[in-house]
């Protein structure tokens, strides 16, 4: 079993930056390709962006990259999502989750391929 806790969303405004943090708990955290969704309001839930489990490759969404960026650090248990040029459709609960996997190269993309969730943090931006 693999705990997630996200933290860092927040109200901003269009063009700035936040950085939302998952801890991960329970396992270990190098096993586990990591992934961010989102969910806005009215929609389904999406994938944003995904990244191995030693950290060596990453996956965005087209909506996404160029702004997003996403990191781990096995260290500390945690990945991130550094968003940058923040618009007014990244509004969204933004959640991240695991999955457990020994293949080095594989980045998680669809959301039946993750095993857990977090409860998701809220990220709101004014236009």
């Known amino acids: 079993q693999v705990q997630l806790v996200e933290s860092g969303g927040g109200l901003v405004q269009a063009g700035d930056s936040l950085r939302v943090s998952c801890v991960a708990s329970?396992?270990?955290?190098?096993?586990?390709?990591m992934g961010w969704f989102r969910q806005a309001p009215g929609k389904e839930r999406e994938f944003v962006a995904g990244i191995t489990r030693l950290g060596d490759s990453t996956y965005y969404a087209d909506s996404v990259k160029g702004r997003f960026t996403i990191s781990r650090d096995n260290a500390k248990n945690t990945v991130y999502l550094q968003m940058n040029s923040l618009k007014a459709e990244d509004t969204a609960i933004y959640y991240c989750?695991?999955?457990?996997?020994?293949?080095?190269?594989?980045?998680?993309?669809?959301?039946?391929?993750?095993?857990?969730w977090g409860q998701g943090t809220q990220v709101t931006v004014s236009a």
């Open positions: 329970g396992r270990t955290f190098s096993n586990y390709g």
């Open positions: 989750a695991a999955r457990m996997t020994y293949r080095s190269g594989y980045v998680p993309r669809r959301e039946e391929e993750y095993d857990y």
